[in-house]
């Protein structure tokens, strides 16, 4: 049974930063592809980030230069650095990850700017 697990969400001040964390169990992580996405109340979800399984990554023009999507296979674990944060960047934020054709989702982990 594949597992995702995400944390480090909360709290912050514009201008901060947070390190979001992607745990996955039941699949082989270092073969997999792993995004992140975010809905933000009364919003439709949106892609953030993604990371193919050759460190390639790819980010939305309105995290670019702020945002840092990586992995540590060794760890089972993706991560979503966060930096100058905005209130707009206020949101659930989930982690996806595709592995043979199959997509699977965390349970989202909430992060708040405040201004």
């Known amino acids: 049974q594949v597992q995702l697990v995400e944390s480090g969400g909360g709290l912050v001040q514009a201008g901060g930063s947070l390190r979001l964390s992607c745990t996955a169990s039941g699949l082989v992580f270092s073969s997999s592809f792993l995004a992140w996405y975010r809905q933000a109340p009364g919003k439709e979800r949106e892609w953030v980030a993604d990371?193919?399984?050759?460190?390639?990554?790819n980010y939305a023009d309105s995290v670019k230069g702020r945002f840092t999507i990586s992995r540590d296979n060794t760890k089972n674990t993706g991560y979503l650095q966060m930096n100058s944060l905005q209130p707009e960047d206020t949101a659930v934020y989930y982690c996806?990850?595709?592995?043979?054709?199959?997509?699977?989702w965390g349970q989202g982990t909430q992060v708040i700017v405040s201004s």
């Open positions: 990371c193919t399984r050759y460190d390639s990554t």
């Open positions: 996806k990850m595709r592995w043979f054709g199959n997509e699977y």
